[in-house]
């Protein structure tokens, strides 16, 4: 091989070398008193690297002594095999620029430069570096020119700081060691033997250096041979224990060195036995002194960081190629070969990358690039050796990325994003090494089992985004603390909300493009465990609120916008996903804060729905139903209730809730419910028609002086019957005349005011804020559909039972106990009419006009029912002729004109209506008996068929009088007083001759 350094006698360093004056002092001076401007090429004390994978070797080796015994062996390695001078030439005398447009100052440092250094590194652009002058600011050189070192010998010289005193005595020694064994292999010379036994301490000018010297030497055989040998030592070995026992006493005093010496004579019958061991007696080509793991591969991390450039400790010096080419030499003695030079290289790059500040994204592209090539490596051996180094390599990177990129929120920003592609990737691929390659689980199963890429990024999402959960609860929590004196202070939960919902997008447009090259979901897997934290204290909150407060609102507001939110950038990140992201999906199970609202809503309605029907059975119960109570006449609690919707539907409508539409049916259901209820309430107990009505008594023609007694069906609210200008006075408790006309005007303004009530209620949903156009379509849902009906229906039953009250109940002193009582010219229908109109004025006072008709209509129909029954039922004290038809007649038409009231009262058509059974039978009366008697057994053999023939059936009473009943017609020959009636009767049904 050419000479390739150059001899120290034929020039000075041109790279910032030390100077020769100095180079006494510089092998032991610091780094700073070495050298005026280079920093430390080996990492520096100012550097924070990482601890060393390779283990620790003994702590009386320091990193110096590595380093000068790295490059004994470097320049033992590269010197020449014959005896002329260890030299080397740089083989291009001038270079330019990359750019071409070199500046002074860089053409003369170019020019300096072999030529293959002239072109871009092709191992700097393998691992995708720049160059230095494309990564420097054009006026980074102009500060004065720079010597550099002309050959690469000086170059290596300069790059891991060996002073040119230090330099020149290896040199002379391995010149020495050459000289005195011509054609002895590199690999079989011991280093630091051979030196002890060139150099005495008269070749050191300081004795203290020269004592350091032969310490480092005595201990990097310790290292070599009995701490990390290339074999395994036995215990009981006699040279280890007599090397042991050299280095001890000479540790405590030094040893006298040179070649004719007994004490060197020794060690070197101990140190060549320890080296020179086999397994199997074979004769060796190379001493193991320096090959044992990890002495070797610390001893090559040392070489391969003098790659760095010493002036700018972030960069990879331009002769890397041919500098590479020097170091890879070193291999036959540190017994490494390119798989362990891929490992140690890639280590290297990525604790530079790391002791320097992570400032340099080359160095990480570098080790990216450079950690694929172990990849390779890892699938090709099964090196038992290796893959202990490997793992513990790896391990140490993947610790270093998983730190990052556990809670890469906090490691990344808008300025360094860029590396976090590079960190990624080696976290990843260190990963998939460590389980594909190295595992021995990992290989037992099946392959396909485990997405290893894919494994670590979700474990990377899901770690960093609950670090970052975490953080921002944090921040939330104090920003609600910092708002508290505010007038409206947010709640957490919904500051938290909105900062979710930001760091979803974060993720979304910076991290995820990024991590999707390993996880096809990542964006989507990023939202989930957003989903899955914040869920998990929205949770919490919800488990424990009972009142719809509006800071409640407000957070389960926000939670659903942020929802919709994280579902979308779920669904848009896994549109390309084989299952269109339904794994993803799966994981996000609904907030409900929809439901969550609407239950605490409907809570809210049940609580204001369960007061207001309480309101109205306590207020009911009080109610007087007094007519002065307000002008309209109705019950103050008939205002109240409707009051009360009213104030409800604008509490409703004044939630801070997304879901009016939604809801308002329930509402409007509820508060139906609650007005039935009240109208229900209104009517009960008021009596009804038939509580009135008698029921017919069994016919018979009975003695005169006899009771009539009547059968109710029912028994009415008031059975003592009273003096009736008393009764309307004390209104009879709540079930008067009066009363009951509130009652009635109470039930129909409910029902008027709900048909204003709904308007409102589509003004009040128009407003709200939740409304859609749909929500406006049709009107189920917005209207009162159980009131309207059931106030019809009370009004009719109390207008009815009102009605037969007043005649059947209050005016039954004028009707019953007086009219036609004895001889009817005397006891005539005028005090009924009478009494019947006052009772119509004080219904037509208080009752609503929209009503009034009905009500009069009403009373005008139980009269004529009342007046027919005194006619066909009204007792033994009443008997009449066919004269007293005409008397009956007028009554009856006096009866009829009340209403009219001389065209102010109903319309004749109703009294028309009402009257049309009165007018049908009244004209029996006046029909001669024979003829009745005639009709009556036609009528009945018509409706009894032949069985009437033999003997006549006693017709049933059904109380719907009209000429073609035969029950009517017997009533009127019942009541008829005459003979002929009185033998019929007597004959056909055995009933008494004379009244």
């Known amino acids: ?382 090196d038992p050796i290796y893959s202990k180094i490997l793992s513990s390599t790896l391990t140490a990177m993947l610790g270093w990325t998983e730190k990052r990129l556990l809670a890469y929120h906090e490691t990344f920003d808008s300025g360094n994003i860029d590396t976090m592609q590079s960190i990624v990737s080696i976290g990843v691929v260190a990963a998939k090494i460590l389980v594909e390659d190295i595992s021995n689980e990992y290989r037992r199963r099946r392959k396909n089992e485990v997405d290893v890429a894919l494994s670590r990024i979700d474990t990377y999402i899901r770690s960093s985004l609950r670090t970052a959960f975490a953080q921002i609860m944090e921040k939330a929590d104090s920003s609600r603390r910092a708002s508290r004196n505010q007038p409206k202070p947010l709640p957490v939960l919904a500051i938290l909300a909105k900062d979710v919902g930001d760091l979803a997008i974060k993720e979304k447009n910076t991290f995820s493009p990024i991590l999707k090259s390993w996880h096809p979901l990542a964006a989507g897997v990023a939202v989930a465990t957003l989903h899955a934290c914040y869920g998990n204290e929205l949770k919490q909150f919800i488990s424990g609120i009972t009142d719809l407060t509006p800071d409640a609102v407000q957070i389960l507001r926000a939670a659903d916008k942020l929802e919709k939110d994280l579902v979308q950038i779920a669904v848009e990140d896994s549109v390309d996903s084989d299952d269109g992201g339904k794994a993803i999906i799966r994981e996000m199970p609904p907030f409900e804060a929809e439901g969550a609202i609407a239950n605490m809503v409907k809570v809210w309605m049940k609580t204001r729905l369960d007061t207001l029907k309480e309101w109205v059975d306590r207020n009911l119960q009080q109610e007087v139903w007094n007519p002065r109570a307000n002008q309209e006449g109705c019950a103050p609690s008939a205002v109240e209730v409707l009051r009360t919707v009213d104030e409800t539907l604008d509490a409703f409508f004044q939630l801070p809730i997304p879901m009016h539409p939604a809801l308002l049916p329930d509402l409007i259901t509820g508060l139906d419910k609650c007005l039935q209820y009240y109208a229900n309430k209104a009517k009960s107990g008021c009596g009804t028609k038939n509580m009135y009505i008698p029921t017919m008594p069994a016919l018979t023609r009975c003695n005169v002086g006899t009771k009539f007694q009547w059968k109710k069906k029912e028994k009415p609210p008031i059975t003592q019957r009273r003096n009736p200008q008393v009764a309307t006075a004390n209104g009879e408790g709540s079930s008067g005349v009066p009363q009951l006309c509130v009652r009635i005007n109470s039930l129909h303004k409910i029902r008027m005011e709900l048909e204003g009530i709904e308007k409102r209620i589509i003004t009040l949903l128009r407003n709200s804020e939740s409304a859609h156009v749909e929500d406006f379509s049709n009107g189920l849902g917005k209207k009162f559909e159980l009131t309207p009906p059931t106030c019809i229906e009370a009004v009719q039953q109390l207008s009815e039972g009102l009605a037969y009250k007043i005649v059947f109940h209050d005016l039954s002193h004028v009707l019953w106990d007086s009219l036609y009582v004895g001889e009817p010219s005397s006891s005539r229908i005028t005090p009924f009419v009478q009494e019947l109109e006052r009772n119509l004025t004080t219904v037509a006072d208080i009752v609503h006009e929209r009503v009034r008709t009905r009500i009069i209509a009403d009373v005008m129909r139980a009269s004529f029912d009342g007046f027919l029954l005194v006619l066909l039922a009204g007792g033994p004290t009443r008997a009449f002729t066919v004269q007293d038809s005409q008397i009956i007649e007028d009554d009856f038409k006096s009866l009829k004109e009340l209403f009219w009231a001389n065209g102010d009262g109903l319309p004749n058509d109703i009294i028309d209506k009402f009257s049309a059974k009165a007018r049908d039978v009244l004209p029996l009366l006046r029909t001669d008996t024979d003829s009745l008697v005639d009709r009556f057994k036609r009528l009945t053999l018509e409706k009894y068929g032949s069985s009437a023939k033999s003997r006549f059936p006693l017709p049933t009473t059904s109380g719907d009088w009209n000429p073609t009943d035969p029950n009517t017609l017997l009533r009127v020959l019942c009541y008829r007083n005459d003979e002929a009636a009185t033998k019929f009767l007597k004959k056909t049904y055995n009933l008494p001759k004379k009244l």
């Open 1 to 382: 091989m050419a000479s390739i350094f150059r001899d120290r006698t034929l020039g000075h360093s041109r790279r910032d070398s030390f100077s020769s004056s100095s180079s006494a002092a510089a092998a032991t001076a610091s780094p700073s008193t070495a050298t005026s401007r280079i920093a430390p090429s080996a990492i520096s004390p100012a550097l924070n690297p990482l601890p060393s994978p390779f283990g620790d070797l003994t702590p009386t080796l320091s990193d110096s002594d590595l380093r000068a015994t790295a490059y004994e062996i470097f320049l033992s390695a590269n010197r020449s095999s014959t005896s002329k001078p260890l030299t080397y030439v740089s083989n291009n005398s001038h270079s330019s620029s990359p750019t071409g447009n070199s500046s002074p100052a860089n053409s003369t440092a170019s020019l300096q430069r072999s030529l293959t250094s002239a072109a871009a590194s092709k191992m700097k652009k393998a691992l995708g570096m720049r160059s230095i002058s494309s990564k420097r600011s054009p006026d980074s050189n102009n500060s004065g020119k720079v010597k550099k070192p002309v050959t690469m010998g000086e170059l290596m010289r300069t790059q891991m700081r060996i002073s040119d005193a230090t330099d020149s005595r290896i040199r002379r020694g391995l010149l020495r060691i050459s000289a005195g064994q011509v054609g002895r292999r590199n690999e079989s010379m011991i280093l630091p033997l051979e030196f002890l036994q060139q150099f005495k301490a008269s070749d050191f000018t300081d004795h203290e250096e020269y004592e350091a010297w032969q310490k480092r030497n005595l201990r990097m055989l310790e290292a070599g041979l009995l701490l990390h040998p290339h074999m395994p030592l036995e215990k009981s070995n006699v040279a280890a224990q007599r090397l042991r026992q050299i280095i001890r006493a000479a540790l405590d005093q030094p040893i006298e060195t040179g070649r004719n010496n007994e004490s060197m004579q020794v060690l070197r019958t101990t140190v060549m036995a320890l080296a020179n061991r086999t397994s199997d007696g074979a004769p060796l080509e190379s001493s193991h002194w320096a090959d044992g793991f990890p002495l070797n591969l610390r001893l090559y991390e040392m070489l391969l960081q003098a790659c760095f450039d010493i002036s700018d400790e972030t960069s990879i010096v331009e002769e890397v190629d041919e500098l590479m080419e020097l170091i890879k030499k070193t291999w036959a003695i540190l017994g490494l070969n390119q798989m362990l030079h891929n490992l140690c290289f890639t280590w290297v790059l990525f604790n530079r990358y790391v002791a320097t500040g992570q400032v340099e994204n080359d160095l990480l592209c570098a080790a990216d690039n450079q950690l694929a090539e172990v990849a390779k490596d890892a699938k090709m051996t099964k």
